[in-house]
């Protein structure tokens, strides 16, 4: 199982390289630090053309396709957009913190890929308690949203704002417990290490788990359905309605960062992250990130917005009971010895718990409401 003794010694010398890296420690952070701003920038701008497109094609019409071939130039032809717009700051704005909320939100999503390896021993700082890094660095982008809201004077930038931190701290809770089935698994909080122990893949393992960890983590980054922090038919744009120019592209950044962030993290827990035939290593981890994206863009095109009220009762009827079960029943397996010669046997009776779980939970026990509101 993972030892905690996390101090400062071990997170300097945290290093995923040989000790003769050419330069030692600081040589090595400045590589990682800017492999990590290239990957992410250059992934975003990926993921936005995917996401743009593939809707496109999902609702009958083509999407951007005149800015440079195929349309791949226009992630950076609406950035030169975006920067050329004038800076508005509202009077009674507090300047400051007005100021200070985009950087504050997007600083963690970069923070995230320290320990996120690209393959095997490549990642900034093998952490021991990885997972619990991730785990706590992903929630201080809430402090930039809050931020956002209270210091834009506008009620409806507080009201979106509210919503973020009251389903950051409701859908914070399953998607831990999701995380804890597969550290339960695989007797480790290093991200490194719960990727070298998947043999078999955890999203067979734990199906349960994965569906849990996708729908909180996507309520989490305000991703539809459950973008109600920026619901224009209620809340105009939510916490970023005082915003412009470069100043809104740095939210707007955010929420696609985050994105390839939970893409990457689901990639590492749930589908062996770097391990694959054939291809780099690298190259695996960037098509699994893609596969997960698209599934939440196809969550986007299909599934309708649903209300505040569906918001909070999904997290604490569903999810979060859900959730218990799913550790209850992996520490019962775990506990009892995984037989790992019979690995596959564990994975058709893991889906089978999964689909009979789901199936009960949500014909018996919990109900959205439909046209009635839930207070």
């Known amino acids: 199982m993972a030892t905690f003794d996390f101090n400062i010694y071990n997170l300097v010398n945290s290093q995923a390289v040989p000790p003769d890296w050419p330069g030692g420690f600081w040589w090595h952070w400045l590589f990682f630090t800017v492999v990590i701003i290239g990957f992410v920038l250059t992934l975003v701008m990926g993921v936005i053309y995917i996401e ?7 609702q009958s019409r083509l999407g951007p396709n005149r800015t440079g071939p195929f349309g791949l130039l226009q992630p950076v032809a609406d950035a030169v957009k975006v920067l050329l717009k004038e800076n508005i700051v509202p009077t009674a704005a507090d300047k400051l913190v007005h100021w200070l909320a985009p950087v504050i939100a997007f600083a963690p999503a970069l923070m995230l890929f320290a320990v996120i390896p690209f393959e095997n021993g490549a990642l900034l700082a093998d952490l021991n308690i990885g997972i619990l890094y991730v785990v706590a660095i992903s929630s201080v982008s809430t402090v930039g949203i809050f931020m956002a809201g209270w210091g834009s004077s506008n009620k409806y930038s507080l009201l979106g704002a509210m919503r973020n931190v009251a389903a950051i701290v409701s859908y914070e809770i399953p998607m831990v417990l999701a995380i804890a089935g597969v550290v339960l698994i695989a007797g480790s909080l290093s991200l ?11 999203v067979l393992l734990q199906p349960l788990g994965f569906l849990l960890f996708f729908a909180a983590g996507c309520a ?4 539809s359905p459950f973008d109600l922090m920026e619901a224009d038919s209620e809340i105009v744009a939510g916490f970023h309605t005082e915003y412009s120019g470069m100043k809104f592209a740095m939210f707007y950044l955010v929420e696609y960062a985050e994105a390839v962030a939970i893409s990457a993290i689901i990639a590492t827990l749930f589908l062996g992250g770097w391990k694959g035939p054939i291809l780099p290593p690298w190259l695996w981890f960037i098509i699994k990130i893609i596969l997960v994206f698209f599934a939440m863009v196809w969550t986007r095109t299909t599934l309708p917005r649903i209300r505040i009220d569906q918001l909070m009762a999904f997290a604490w009827k569903f999810l ?8 209850f029943i992996t520490a019962l397996q775990v506990l009892a010895g995984w037989p790992t010669e019979l690995a596959w046997v564990m994975v058709i009776v893991n889906i089978a718990v999964m689909v009979v779980m789901v199936f009960i939970w949500s014909k ?3 109900r959205l409401g439909g046209g009635r509101l839930e207070a």
């Open 192 to 202: 490194n290490q719960i990727v070298m122990a998947q043999n078999v893949p955890f």
């Open 220 to 223: 989490e980054i305000n991703r």
């Open 364 to 366: 018996f026990f919990f």
């Open 52 to 58: 743009r497109r593939g809707m496109g094609r999902m």
């Open 320 to 327: 979060f009971p859900m959730s218990l079960l799913n550790l």
